[in-house]
């Protein structure tokens, strides 16, 4: 099985950063957008390697966000796609609205922590000692710029990061991958590319952020490639 | 004597480093650009403090760049300035493509290497401690920005260096102030803004990067401010 430019980076990462283990029990998030997709089909297939040999499991978040969903027809041809590469998918409604306290705003950080509490707590109770998330290359870089020019950090979404609270880790496979492969990729599958599109504003600075990224790179992957390289050639000496 | 923004940024780098010292020999970068000019005008008012004492010398590097250098009533002019400022100023000709090797070629890196050399050079030979260089702000990030980009490196001219080599320190007293701040400075001060124009490219890399980093910082100084204190708080756990 000849492996895709997307599968190579993934093989690099789990090679680079020591992902997977034998045994592993891999909880994914599935919203249904073109990273956790990929992702699930790229594991999914990785499942079938000898070595190591790991489990994975699926787990839709269903919000109450309006807009925020997909429909019966699109969360349908989503589960048909899990139930094709063999992982186990069940969906989870929570009350994102509704767990908000009076006075509090919905925003797009509330809303990605309650998914990110839910999946920890059903990873937890059913035995899964991985997340995987479907953060792709842009993603930690653009993240990197937001702490570095907002927060005053150098510091971002690490491709592999223990939880100090929980026996649980989480992944990030796709974290060699540009978003235009995914994109490319997903575009070629003919899937579907669900993207957050609810009432609360479209992370729209997250937006501006990939943007500002491209030009900080000048539109090129090697530039791209230099500044994930940079995280780990940090020199002490010359900073101010 | 009441300080002006820019010295009240040049005195927190002075704090912040500890740049100054008791009986300091200071030898400034005389190129007749604003950024040097201005370092030269403030320090020679620092130099009225009671604490720390300390000495200023300038030399100008004349190199034999066509159109790289200045008209004689602007080498007066600034020749002039720095004795109003009391600060005791040579010229020292350099055959800056004269030293080029057959088959090298003329570049912005070579012509600073150059001039690097030879104030550290004279200031060996004259008893200086330290080097005062006129990057900013803005030269700080952009080169940052380079590294990252570029090189693959976390890196950049830090605003106190101490070369190995020699018993000798670089300071760039400048390093908190913006570029805008300078800039409107000379002009309000009616100085010639001498740049670099000379024949061999002027450096339009590294004007590239200047626009980088003004989009990346969203044109804001807290962006700018953010991105250099991210310099000083890199979160080792949370990088890729």
Redesign the interface.
Known sequence: MALTHIEKLIAKAVRDYGMLAEGDRILLGASGGKDSTTLAWALSRRRRWNSPRFELEALRIVGDVPGGGMSDVQAERLAGMYAEWDIPYRTLEVPIIGRLKAGEKMSCYWCATQRRTELIRWALENGCNKIALGHHLDD?LATL?M?????????????R?EYEKYPLEVIRPL?LVEEDSIRGFAREQGWLATTCTCDFGADGERK?YQR?LN????GTEE?K???????????D????
Chains 1, 2 share one sequence.
Do not use: F
């Open positions: 930690i710029l702490n570095m020019t907002k927060k005053g950090e150098i510091a971002t979404m690490p491709p990061l974290a501006e500002r030009v900080l790179c000048g530039g490639r230099n500044l994930y390289r940079s995280m780990s050639n940090v020199k000496g010359y900073l101010a």
